[in-house]
Each structure stands twice: as structure tokens, then as C-alpha cells.
């Protein structure tokens, strides 16, 4: 039992220096440092101990020197930081308990001192698995909901087609599609993607798009009048074909580029003149624009989650000592699923 006030060791994943390629574990190091399980006074922070950390593929872009992104980079040598399920140890923020639990940013470490509250949201403890905060009720569940109804306004009956299908954010986006009366068909990396696709998240059809030697022929093949929309989660080839493909008034909500190798070296994209032809609309966005709208957002899910209509798959790491090695299976398409690493389980 740790005692308030006593000085403990700290593990931590540090960031060790930027980098412009897809992250290796190499980039990151365990540390083991000392910290006060107590928050100074008059400090106005609070102490937390972390209990499920979240890998995302947008902290790949953190790696590298500041590129005019909409995030600051991680700083060389601190640990990195990510969105996270936490537990208050002590408190000198009268807004937060001891025993308080919340979701927001944090250290990837066992023990953070909290000195800024944005995005920090108090989680009232019910059936919903904890985890599920940085999953389905975190960034990534609210990303899916914000890009395809804010993004893509969708109709009833419309065709949607969803990339990276299995991934965190498109699980939800083709679960949301299918609620809406949509035909929903998405794309994965492995047969045992397509199949969790199609048998557990409810998709009308999915394709191994390794399998697949021309997309645009396989994009036809399952969407022979066109797709209406599309949410783009790995741009790349996949989008050149989904540009030849959509409907007039088509519309593309750019959530993610997973696809590219470099994120400073652009490359030109082909298929552009579809915007006109066909008076595509390819709108990017960040979820933070749509922050106004996450109470009907957590209404409308955990509604769902709770009468079965809505499945969350997670892929679950163990100890902190996992996170690297999880953090950069992201980029290969190890995960199965939400990637979540649990440090301790309260």
C-alpha cells in the first residue's frame, strides 16, 4: 500500500529525439525516476496514477519537429504524452478527489502530476469497461461520431465506405453507418480483419485490400452504383480510388494518413479533377472542432453499447513496458482493434 507523501519509483516511456519515418521502439526508452505521491501546495495540480493508456496513430506526427501541425511536438528526453484513464492520488485542485477518476491527457508513466485540466473529463464509474474512455468514449469514439455525422452528413440508404476498417476510429464509423440505414462495406489489411468486419461489427461486405492488385476494379466490384461517402482513414492509393469512385455530391472526410511513409515529404495525389466532375466534397477535421457535441455524443453510444447495438473491440497490452512495442505495431497493422496498454488496473 503506498503511502501519500512517500517518494516512489516511476516508470516511464521517454521520447528519446525526432524522427521523420515511421516510429521503431528504438525511439523510445524505460526509464525507472522517483516521484512524490503528493501534489505541491498551492500548485493547483493533482497527482494521478495512470491506469490505461491509449495508442494513437496521430502521435506519430508528435515525433517529429514542429511542421506547422496542429499539436506540438513531445520533447526530447520527457515522457511522451497520450490520452489516458487515471486515478487522483491527491489533490491541491478542489475540483478533484483523491479516488476521482478521469480521462484526458497524460504522461505515458505510471505516476503524473496534472497541471492542466483541457480536455479532462470526470468518469461517473458504471458497467462500461474503463478502458473504454480512451476507446469508444475517447478520442477515437468521438472522432467516428464528429467526421460522419458533422463531416459526412449522411442520408439514409446512402453507400459508405470505411478504410481501415477494424482500426479504433472506422470499427465505430461502419457501426454508426449501419444504425443510420446505411450500406456499409470497409477495407482491412488481414482475413481475419475482414472477417471480424463482416461476422462481429455488422459490415455489409469488407475486402482484404492486400489481396486486392487494382482497388479502383475492387471498389466497383462492392459499390457498382458508387459510393456516396467515404471516411478516409489512410489516404494514399486508397483515396486515389475512392475519388474515382464516389457519387455526385459524394462526400470524403479525411480523418487519418496512415498510409505515408513520410509525413514532410508530400506526395502529389491523383484523381483530383473527380472533385469537379462530380462535386466531390473532401473536407480533413480534427474532433477537437466538435468538443460541443460530446454529451450527445456519450448519450447516443453508451445508449447503444448498452442494448448490445454497438460492439468495441480493443487490443489490450500489458505494463507499461508494452507501450513502445504497441505504439509502433499501429503502423503495421498489428492491432486488432483499439490498441490500449493497461499499466495497472486501479
Known amino acids: 500500500m503506498k503511502m501519500e507523501g512517500e517518494t516512489v519509483d516511476n516508470k516511464q516511456v521517454i521520447f528519446k529525439g525526432f524522427?521523420?519515418?515511421?516510429?521503431?521502439?528504438?525511439?523510445?526508452?524505460?526509464?525507472?525516476?522517483?516521484?512524490?505521491?503528493?501534489?505541491?501546495?498551492?500548485?493547483?495540480?493533482?497527482?494521478?496514477?495512470?491506469?490505461?493508456?491509449?495508442?494513437?496513430?496521430?502521435?506519430?506526427?508528435?515525433?517529429?519537429?514542429?511542421?506547422?501541425?496542429?499539436?506540438?511536438?513531445?520533447?526530447?528526453?520527457?515522457?511522451?504524452?497520450?490520452?489516458?484513464?487515471?486515478?487522483?492520488?491527491?489533490?491541491?485542485?478542489?475540483?478533484?478527489?483523491p479516488g476521482d477518476l478521469v480521462s484526458g491527457l497524460t504522461g505515458w508513466e505510471e505516476f503524473s502530476?496534472?497541471?492542466?485540466?483541457?480536455?479532462?473529463?470526470?468518469?461517473?464509474?458504471?458497467?462500461?469497461?474503463?478502458?473504454?474512455?480512451?476507446?469508444?468514449?475517447?478520442?477515437?469514439g468521438f472522432t467516428a461520431y464528429a467526421g460522419f455525422y458533422e463531416v459526412c452528413s449522411p442520408e439514409i440508404g446512402e453507400n459508405v465506405f470505411v478504410s481501415a476498417a477494424s482500426g479504433a476510429v472506422g470499427q465505430l464509423v461502419g457501426q454508426l453507418a449501419k444504425l443510420h440505414g446505411c450500406y456499409v462495406v470497409g477495407s482491412a489489411g488481414t482475413s481475419q480483419k475482414v472477417d471480424i468486419l463482416k461476422n462481429k461489427l455488422g459490415f455489409d461486405q469488407a475486402f482484404n485490400y492486400k489481396k486486392e492488385p487494382d482497388l479502383n476494379a475492387a471498389l466497383k466490384r462492392y459499390f457498382p452504383e458508387g459510393i456516396d461517402i467515404y471516411y478516409d482513414n489512410v489516404g494514399g492509393d486508397m483515396l486515389e480510388a475512392a475519388l474515382l469512385n464516389m457519387r455526385i455530391h459524394g462526400r470524403i472526410a479525411v480523418c487519418g494518413m496512415v498510409s505515408s511513409t513520410s509525413l514532410s515529404v508530400s506526395k502529389g495525389i491523383h484523381n483530383l479533377f473527380s472533385l469537379i466532375a462530380k462535386r466531390i466534397r473532401m473536407q480533413g477535421f480534427l474532433q477537437s472542432d466538435y468538443l460541443h457535441l460530446y454529451p450527445r455524443f456519450f448519450e447516443n453510444v453508451v445508449s447503444n453499447y448498452k442494448q448490445g447495438k454497438i460492439v468495441y473491440i480493443e487490443d489490450m497490452s500489458e505494463g507499461l513496458e508494452s507501450a513502445p512495442a504497441a505504439l509502433v505495431g499501429l503502423f503495421s497493422g498489428k492491432n486488432v482493434g483499439k490498441r490500449v496498454i493497461c499499466v495497472a488496473r486501479e
Open 19 to 97: 524522427i521523420d519515418r515511421i516510429p521503431r521502439e528504438t525511439d523510445m526508452e524505460l526509464k525507472i525516476g522517483k516521484i512524490e505521491l503528493k501534489a505541491p501546495k498551492g500548485s493547483g495540480a493533482f497527482l494521478v496514477k495512470n491506469l490505461y493508456l491509449s495508442c494513437d496513430p496521430y502521435m506519430r506526427g508528435r515525433m517529429r519537429e514542429y511542421y506547422d501541425s496542429y499539436i506540438p511536438p513531445f520533447v526530447p528526453g520527457q515522457a511522451i504524452q497520450g490520452f489516458g484513464v487515471s486515478k487522483v492520488v491527491d489533490s491541491d485542485d478542489p475540483d478533484f478527489k
Open 113 to 140: 502530476l496534472m497541471r492542466k485540466h483541457e480536455q479532462l473529463r470526470r468518469i461517473q464509474q458504471d458497467d462500461t469497461p474503463l478502458s473504454y474512455h480512451v476507446g469508444l468514449l475517447g478520442m477515437a
